[in-house]
């Protein structure tokens, strides 16, 4: 069978949109040039193909929209750890680790370990995702030093530095009057890494209280995260039963 002929017009074509992206974010119907010429299948095979490939990322249609994400070998979006910090509002890298510990908890609590796909869970309340995250730094403060190093070792998480930095958060801030605006208590942070993932369209937050996945997390989720095997491997640790425990070294 002959390997079909696409055009440089395609090539142009899938050029623009890729560039289009990266400048806009997205492309909806109302970019009809774009967003159609995104259909041919010309163009689709120079996006899949050679431009996914050489730029690292990943180009999808989802809810009528055409969207880029940076491929799984970069870390969360591809932002640098001073644009995260900035975007979340905080101050430390150690700061950003617990930020990113935050971000896989809640991922884990809509995963299915046991089918590897995403759970039917349809929400989780801000304060199980708080509760989750203590229970996680609980258990990691519980291992021994050597069973500490390796874990740290196997999963590439600085699980100390995490563990220190949320026992350094009080619970609560009784005198705070916006919890979004706060700083120095565990709800108040998480619902700045919250924010974070509203403005990329990942997650909806009600009222401070009620967490919703958006479509373009589930899609990227289930599509490319469990492309991951190291990711895969960290969300089937932070949703059993025994997360960081020491009966996990006899089930890897």
């Not at 370990?113 to 509760?131: C, G, I, N, P, Y």
């Not at 801030?173 to 108040?188: T, W, Y």
Request: glycine share 4%; charged share 35%; hydrophobic share 40%.
């Amino acid at each position: 069978m002959e390997q079909e002929e696409f055009t440089e017009e395609d090539f142009r074509w899938a050029f623009k949109i890729f560039m289009y992206l990266i400048k806009e974010g997205e492309i909806t119907k109302e970019e009809a040039d774009y967003y159609y010429a995104y259909q041919k299948k010309g163009v689709q095979y120079y996006l899949d193909e050679i431009i996914e490939e050489e730029a690292d990322c990943k180009i999808f249609h989802l809810d009528e929209r055409i969207l880029l994400t940076p491929g799984v070998n970069n870390w969360f979006l591809g932002y640098s750890n001073e644009e995260l910090r900035s975007k979340m509002n905080l101050r430390t890298n150690k700061e950003l680790y617990l930020g990113y510990f935050i971000i896989l908890c809640l991922l884990a609590k809509f995963y299915n370990s046991d089918e590897q796909a995403m759970s039917s869970r349809q929400f989780l309340l801000v304060k199980d995702l708080e509760e989750m995250v203590t229970t996680q730094v609980e258990r990691i403060q519980s291992l021994s030093e050597n069973d500490l190093k390796q874990r740290e070792q196997e999963l590439e998480i600085a699980l100390s530095t995490v563990a220190d930095v949320w026992q350094d958060l009080p619970k609560f801030d009784d005198e705070l009057q916006n919890i979004r605006r706060g700083k120095k208590n565990r709800v108040s942070f998480i619902l700045r890494v919250l924010a974070f993932l509203e403005e990329e369209d990942l997650v909806k937050v009600f009222e401070n209280k009620e967490i919703r996945l958006l479509p373009k997390f589930e899609y990227l989720i289930i599509r490319y995260y469990f492309n991951s095997q190291r990711k895969e491997k960290i969300l089937n640790i932070l949703s059993s039963d025994n997360v960081l425990g020491e009966g996990l070294y006899a089930a890897d």
